[in-house]
């Protein structure tokens, strides 16, 4: 959901587009899509992807040991694991945080 993947809906090859995979529409509320423009504003101002900061937002979040992926292709994890080498600025995670903790 953070990558951005579903601003616009939930595409039709996704994970999310089957009954298995459910439930990421219980996401796509209002703060969900202002928490995913964040990102994406983010990513587009550092000049990285909303996956990498989306990943080194949660992996460096208080209690969170790792993120999870879930990579389909060896490209999509390698785009998952360019992102390890990263902080994000203090601002743009105070931003992030500030954002996601807003009710709907």
């Known amino acids: 959901m953070l990558t951005g993947k579903y601003r616009t809906g939930i595409p039709a090859d996704s994970r999310g587009a089957s009954d298995a995979a459910g439930k990421i529409e ?9 928490v995913v ?12 992807t909303p996956l990498e900061v989306a990943l080194v937002w949660v992996r460096d979040a208080p209690g969170v040991t790792a993120p999870i992926i879930g990579p389909r292709t060896a490209t999509q ?24 903790e807003g009710g709907a």
């Open 77 to 100: 994890l390698k785009a998952a694991l360019d992102a390890e080498d990263r902080a994000l600025p203090p601002e743009i995670r105070h931003a992030l945080d500030d954002v996601s």
């Open 37 to 48: 423009e964040a990102v994406v504003r983010a990513a587009d101002g550092l000049g990285w």
């Open 26 to 34: 219980q996401y796509l509320d209002e703060r969900g899509r202002r």
